[in-house]
């Protein structure tokens, strides 16, 4: 058990760009999250992935965001045509589904984002 | 819609007293509650979880939480600090399903230990 991995650990990138994120869960973890944390707050849901499937989408995930998990396995996460608000810290969680009570997320250590 | 309130955005301590971090929620039907732990530099740790059965829940490190339905609260406790508790402390309630299929976080609770 590495943990779950995400990469880079730091972008900065200048409004307009795009950029992309990777999250490497526990390995046969098959549901795989995404969430943002801005300074001063809890983190927020944007996504999950049960095995390659995208189940939900938060409303903060808007049209300039996509999310993929093609094997499930790893998973990227794109930010198109970046804006200051997207500065925050990308969060991965993963967790190994038995059912409905025995669930346990492990997050990784983040994507700091920072939009100039 | 769920919410988590946590009412205290700093609290001071000193090592070796108690302490109790408050965390209040808002949803439609029997919760799944979570705190959750985040150092400098690390990733989000789970201490302890409520789904169901004994309102008194341990978890890792020494703390505990009790579940409180009647005050929509699940508050977490520890007998005795130690300066590693120093951190950020997050509550959370889950939609369904276990309760990780889209947790609502609260703001957070920084905890500072005094020696």
């Known amino acids: 058990d590495t943990g779950v991995s995400q990469n880079p650990r730091h972008k900065i990138t200048k409004r307009g760009q795009n950029v992309t994120f990777r999250c490497d869960p526990i390995?046969?973890?098959?549901?795989l999250y995404w969430y943002r944390q801005t300074l001063g707050q809890g983190p927020e849901f944007l996504t999950y992935?049960?095995?390659?499937?995208?189940?939900?989408k938060s409303r903060l995930l808007s049209d300039r965001f996509s999310a993929e998990r093609p094997k499930g396995s790893f998973s990227t996460l794109e930010i198109q045509r970046t804006e200051q608000g997207d500065s925050a810290m990308y969060l991965c969680?993963?967790?190994?589904?038995?059912?409905?009570?025995?669930?346990?997320?492990?997050f990784g250590s983040g994507t700091q984002l920072s939009v100039l | 819609a769920q919410s988590v309130t946590q009412p205290d955005i700093h609290i001071t301590v000193s090592e070796g007293a108690s302490l109790e971090l408050r965390c209040n929620y808002s949803?439609?039907?029997?919760?799944?509650l979570f705190w959750y732990v985040q150092s400098p530099g690390q990733g989000l740790q789970l201490l302890l979880k409520?789904?169901?059965?004994?309102?008194l829940v341990q978890g890792i490190k020494g703390f505990e939480a009790e579940f409180k339905r009647s005050q929509s609260s699940f508050n977490l406790r520890k007998p005795s600090v130690h300066w590693s508790d120093a951190a950020e402390y997050f509550c959370?309630?889950?939609?369904?399903?276990?309760?990780?299929?889209?947790?609502?976080f609260g703001k957070g609770t920084h905890l500072i230990i005094q020696p």
């Open positions: 969680a993963s967790s190994l589904s038995r059912g409905p009570n025995d669930e346990k997320l492990f």
């Open positions: 390995s046969e973890h098959n549901r």
């Open positions: 992935f049960q095995n390659e499937a995208q189940l939900e």
């Open positions: 949803y439609g039907a029997t919760p799944y």
């Open positions: 409520y789904f169901s059965g004994d309102t």
């Open positions: 959370a309630v889950g939609a369904r399903g276990g309760g990780a299929d889209g947790l609502t």
